[in-house]
């Protein structure tokens, strides 16, 4: 597939990102965080297996891969805890810009430190940009919004995955990136079921027909389909790159909370949209 082509795909994967917040705010009043994850990383798991089936990938893990592996399955839980508090004591919308917008900014500054690449200036511009929209999304006008205890969490998810995404970008030489998915749900499986095996883990099958419809597009849509397309990318085109496409995940979540939540779209959350498309483009220009 040639690298173009991963734009679509790309784009979907942000709606499907972005759509996860509103499914996310479901869950929170639902299950124990540990119960809801568990059973995340769990359905995830079982997910991965027709896709492995199909294209016929041989469940091939040596040591050079294991570590990354490992690594990612643990930055994955935390991000999971991150953002489940981020959102159980602040809003979807919030996490939503606050990570999206922070992240990709997260990953361009990993990179030029860890590897001394070069900013060109249009990607700094782009960064800017970027940055500039998130603040108008959450109306960030007073610099306290960032020290209250959600944001923090959602600034924690932000570091956390900007370093997913080097390690994603990096593993594919060892393995593939579907497979290395797989792998980080059944070892993240694992440790949170020992974490969560004294929880009435049997729960989750009492509860509403919602929570399922939440948790079943969380872990497979939200999870296994949109964080594959994401590794994949990242592979092909370059954490930098694909983390840019990171800046229009607000524009899906305010989409979908509008849709599913029933809130309200206001005239700064557009035109903050409007300048995290305009990052894309400017951190995307090669001249």
Same mark, same amino acid.
Request: overall charge positive; charged content about 5%.
């Given at each position: 597939?040639?690298? +173009?082509?991963?734009?679509? $795909? #790309? ?22 965080l540990e119960v809801i994850i568990f059973w995340r990383?769990? =359905? ?8 492995? =089936?199909?294209? +016929? !990938? ?12 490992? &690594? ?8 999971? /805890? ?28 990993? /990179? ?10 249009? !990607? ?6 970027? %940055? ?5 999304? %959450?109306? #960030? ?10 944001? @923090?969490?959602? $600034? ?9 995404? $080097?390690?994603? !970008? ?14 980080? &749900? ?20 009492? $509860? ?27 592979? +092909?085109?370059?954490? !930098?790159?694909?983390?840019?496409y990171m800046f229009l995940v607000p524009i899906f ?6 849709? /599913? #939540?029933g809130e309200e779209i206001k005239a700064h959350l557009? @035109? ?10 400017? =951190?995307? +220009?090669?001249?």
């Amino acid at each position: 597939m040639k690298n +173009k082509h991963f734009i679509p $795909l #790309l784009i979907l994967a942000m709606f499907l990102w972005g759509g996860g917040w509103s499914a996310l705010k479901i869950l929170t009043y639902s299950a124990e965080l540990e119960v809801i994850i568990f059973w995340r990383f769990f =359905i995830m798991s079982i997910s991965f297996i027709p896709i492995l =089936i199909f294209l +016929k !990938q041989p469940l091939n893990l040596n040591k050079s891969s294991l570590k990354f592996v490992i &690594s990612s399955s643990i930055l994955n839980i935390a991000f999971m /805890v991150s953002s489940f508090m981020g959102v159980k004591y602040g809003s979807a919308g919030a996490g939503g810009v606050i990570i999206t917008s922070i992240s990709p900014i997260m990953t361009f500054l990993l /990179v030029y430190i860890i590897f001394k690449n070069k900013l060109s200036l249009y !990607q700094v511009l782009g960064i800017f940009t970027g %940055l500039v929209g998130g603040f108008i999304l %959450l109306e #960030l006008n007073d610099n306290s919004l960032f020290l209250n205890g959600s944001n @923090i969490y959602f $600034l924690l998810c932000a570091i956390i995955w900007a370093a997913v995404t $080097l390690l994603s !970008q990096h593993s594919h030489l060892h393995i593939h990136p579907v497979l290395y998915s797989f792998y980080i &749900s059944i070892i993240a499986s694992i440790i949170t079921f020992i974490y969560a095996y004294s929880s009435n883990l049997l729960s989750i099958f009492s $509860l509403s027909f919602e929570f399922w419809i939440a948790l079943i597009y969380l872990a497979i849509l939200g999870q296994s389909v949109a964080t594959t397309i994401y590794f994949i990318a990242s592979a +092909k085109l370059g954490s !930098q790159i694909t983390s840019s496409y990171m800046f229009l995940v607000p524009i899906f979540a305010l989409f979908c909370a509008w849709l /599913v #939540l029933g809130e309200e779209i206001k005239a700064h959350l557009l @035109i903050g949209g409007f300048l995290s498309i305009l990052a894309v483009y400017f =951190i995307n +220009k090669k001249h």
